[in-house]
């Protein structure tokens, strides 16, 4: 009788693990921009002649991953096991870098990587830390990035941006936490704009 009752309460506990399981939904979460470029901060006055390609984010391995990355204490972190990135970070930042860029008129033509025309610059984007900062009650969305623009016939810099920045959230939620990320991205990349347009002397040949 014992043994029957035990097997009993052992298919209840599998039982209720599983359903336990199934009610679990995953969240995907998405870093993302639409094309409005009715707040650019700088106008649209000439263009930089030549090709300008897109390289591969770089991205550490920590948070190249599509778990989202909590930082809960200085050399600790940990990975959401049911809220996740709906696609890998390097693919879709390369893809806010594209709309961006396409939108914002700054070179004569812009590609993604492997296009067929060897670029006259190169785009080049570092991502070192892509984390939610766990505080006592408070979420933090981190973002560390650098942004540079490479001459391709020498391999020289022309023109570079790094930022670091951390914003608060209004609420422990990783939607909010995707929205920041977001954001911050095209924020920073809002400034690498203006940086251009202020060093166009940097850039040969140029379009009237």
Request: aromatic share 8%; proline share 3%; with cysteine.
């Amino acid at each position: 009788m014992k043994s029957i009752l035990s097997t009993a309460l052992g298919l209840m506990i599998l039982l209720s693990g599983c359903l336990s399981e199934k009610a679990a939904i995953n969240r995907h979460y998405t870093i993302e921009w639409t094309d409005d470029r009715k707040e650019a901060e700088a106008p649209v006055t000439r263009l930089i002649g030549g090709l300008c390609e897109i390289e591969q984010v770089e991205i550490s391995p920590l948070y190249e991953k599509t778990q989202i990355v909590n930082r809960s204490d200085s050399h600790e972190i940990t990975y959401y096991k049911y809220h996740q990135w709906a696609i890998r970070p390097s693919v879709a930042v390369m893809e806010v870098l594209r709309t961006y860029l396409e939108g914002a008129g700054l070179f004569e033509s812009v590609s993604a990587r492997y296009s067929r025309d060897i670029p006259d610059y190169r785009f080049s984007t570092t991502i070192r830390q892509l984390e939610v900062i766990e505080t006592k009650n408070q979420f933090q969305a981190h973002l560390h990035l650098e942004f540079r623009i490479i001459n391709n016939a020498d391999g020289n810099t022309l023109v570079e941006h790094r930022a670091d920045r951390t914003e608060s959230l209004a609420k422990r939620e990783l939607n909010l936490f995707a929205t920041a990320i977001s954001e911050m991205l095209v924020s920073e990349l809002r400034t690498f704009e203006v940086l251009i347009r202020n060093q166009t002397s940097e850039f040969v040949p140029e379009i009237p």
